[in-house]
Each structure stands twice: as C-alpha cells, then as structure tokens.
C-alpha cells in the first residue's frame, strides 16, 4: 500500500510530480482554457471586484501563495482568510467578491461555514478541493477538483501543491475571461506550468541531501524558516509541516519582518532555512533575502538554503546549499516547500515517530 516507502507522507511526497501532471491535465485546449467543473458565469466572473481565500491551516498557505500570481495576472485584490477569522468577523463580502475554498477534505467544518456565510451576503463561492463529493465543492457555486489521488497521511503534501496548481488554473482562467492576458501570454505561463511536473521530479530525484540533513539535525528544539514574496507562505508552511508531525518548535517568517523582533531569537547553532528568490527575476528581491542571510548568519545561525541552480551569490553566506531548477518567480513555490516536507518526513521518521498519525491530528476536522 505504501509503495515500498516506510509512511504514506514519503509515498505521497514522492507522487507530487505525476499529480501536479494529472492536475493540469487537459486544461490548455485549442488556447483556451476550459474548467469543465465551472458553473459560474462568465459575466459574473467579469464583475468580481475582490477574491478573498478562505481556507485552515496548509490549505491557507496554499491560498497565500496564490495571492500573488492572481494579483499580477487579474489586478484583483485577493486576501487571504483563515476560515474561523472571516465567520466569526463581520467581514466586507458583496455580490461581486468571489470567494475562493480551498480545503482537501471539503468537510472542514470552518470552511463550511465561512462558504456559508459568504454565499448568505451573495458572494460566488469556486471550492477547490480533493475529495469529490464532499460536503464543501457541493454547497459552492462550482468546484474546481485536483486530481492528485487520495492523501492518506494526516500532514498535507501533494494536495497541497495541487490547491496551487488548481488555482493557478483558475487565476488564469479569470485573466482570460477579463482580458489582462494576452492568449499568447497565458499560452507561454501554461508551458511553464507544464514543465513544473519534471522539474518536481528532479527535486525528488535530489532528495538523499535532505534526507541526510534531516537525519543529522534529528536532536533540533527550534528551526526557523524565512523567505520574500512566494518564499513566505513556503516557509510557513515548512514550519508548520516540522511542527505537526515532528513536534519541533519551528517558525516561519517574512524575512523583511527579522529586524523587527524574530532577528533577537538567533543564536549560535540555531538552524534557520532561507527560501531564496530566482536572481534571473526580481533582482532587488533576490538581493534582499542575501542580506538576510548574511545578518543571520553574522549572528552565528546556521544557514540551509534553497536556492536556484547556478546562484552562486548564495555560497559564502550558506552551510548548506539545496538546489532547486530554475522557473519563474512565481512558480518556484511548488519547487521550494519540496525539501521542507522531505526534511520534516525524514526528521520525524528518525525520531521514530508515527509520521502518517501524529498525535492530537486528524485528517479531517469535521468539528469547529
Ligand atoms: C497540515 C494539514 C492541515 C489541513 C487543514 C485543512 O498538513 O493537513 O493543516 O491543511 O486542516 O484541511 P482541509 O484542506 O481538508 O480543509
């Protein structure tokens, strides 16, 4: 059942390549894009003047890293939403938001509720969601399904990407409709997309450095993870991911935020993973997160960074160098969070814990 790995995480890990395919499979026809399980209307979709993303805990991350590719692609605002914030808040939501929800399961009993309680002020709620015919995607307007195959380990890996690549489908989708890309443009990002699937493959391929690191560091109390645009809600989310199933202290952070408080946290030995941006893409943003590393590292951290092939900026301020292929700015997210959730596999593995049931975790929170 697990394919030859010890735990389902590692299986599913190791699946994401073939299920970011299965994903975009079929979507890019005739230079249109087509999301058959679509049923709001076009005209609908022109009037939206806000998308907000409600979604829990990796789903959410999920949601943050999309915001940015769907406010440069569409110029819509987009905000991000924990699901029990936005129900329990009297939250601005009109006819002409478009509500976004992410969740794996679609029984999440909080998003259930903040889809309710949008669709209740006349938002159009789009699900996107793994699980079909579950409750969440048959109470919205439509539902957007990825097609990454059942997650059997309670800690979200494959259904994570494949709520960024099914939203991805969807921001571009909404930029055609409106107008704010050319085909061609939205032809070009589609191939990148498609070459995303080999490029997780040679991630995978890669994965014996992680796991050889995660093995040494099994005895960490405390790792820190940073990063810039993208790079945030990645290091969120491999905090999370070390947090849940290997019940280490871990945070993460926009590295623009260390010099106003975590930066007091760093001492000798602390561990502290930095996602670091294409350099071929925005300069000032690559140049940026180098000197967050050099200010860590200064105060005796010790650096493990993900970088792209062929930065060499990165090598005198780093301990450790991950490598990852070169693809936009944008997309990098679906390459970067890789290492963290082999590292967090690994890790917890080599504690000897139970990786697939962690304790105090289900797989489905069916209760508020
Ligand atoms: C973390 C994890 C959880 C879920 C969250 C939402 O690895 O799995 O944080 O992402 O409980 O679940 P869904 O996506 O089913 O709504």
Not at 284 to 301: D, F, M, P
């Amino acid at each position: 059942q697990k394919g030859g790995y010890p735990s389902f995480m590692a299986k599913e890990i190791h699946e994401q390549a073939g299920a970011i395919a299965d994903t975009l499979l079929g979507r890019l026809v005739d230079g249109k894009l087509h999301l058959d399980e679509k049923a709001i209307d076009d005209s609908v979709l022109r009037s939206v003047d806000k998308i907000v993303v409600v979604a829990c805990g990796t789903a959410a991350n999920a949601g943050a890293v999309v915001k940015y590719a769907i406010e440069h692609w569409c110029r819509i605002p987009v905000e991000v939403e924990l699901a029990h914030e936005f129900r329990y808040r009297d939250p601005v939501v009109t006819e002409k938001t478009l509500v976004v929800a992410i969740s794996q399961s679609g029984e999440t009993m909080d998003t259930l509720m903040a889809v309710r309680h949008a669709q209740e002020q006349g938002a159009k709620v789009i699900a996107i969601c793994n699980t079909r015919g579950s409750t969440i995607p048959r109470e919205a307007d439509a539902a957007l399904y990825l097609y990454v195959g059942p997650e059997i380990a309670v800690a979200s890996t494959k259904a994570y990407l494949g709520q960024i690549a099914a939203c991805y489908l969807l921001g571009l989708y909404l930029a055609q409709v409106r107008g704010n890309l050319f085909p061609d443009e939205i032809a070009q990002i589609m191939e990148d997309l498609h070459a995303l699937p080999e490029k997780i493959q040679q991630v995978l391929d890669a994965s014996a450095q992680v796991e050889d690191l995660a093995k040494d560091m099994k005895d960490a109390t405390s790792v820190l993870f940073l990063g810039r645009h993208v790079g945030y809600p990645t290091a969120m989310e491999g905090a999370l991911k070390l947090k849940e199933i290997a019940y280490i202290h871990a945070e993460g952070f926009a590295a623009g935020e260390l010099k106003h408080g975590p930066i007091a946290l760093i001492e000798e030995g602390q561990p502290v993973f930095v996602i670091v941006p294409s350099p071929r893409g925005r300069d000032v943003l690559h140049s940026k997160v180098i000197s967050n590393i050099q200010e860590v590292r200064a105060r005796g951290a010790r650096t493990l960074v993900i970088a792209e092939e062929g930065d060499d900026e990165v090598l005198p301020y780093a301990d450790v160098v991950i490598r990852i292929p070169q693809t936009r700015t944008l997309f990098a997210a679906l390459l970067t969070v890789i290492p963290l959730q082999i590292f967090a596999c690994e890790l917890a593995t080599a504690k000897g814990l139970d990786v697939d049931q962690p304790r105090n975790l289900a797989k489905s929170v069916t209760v508020e």
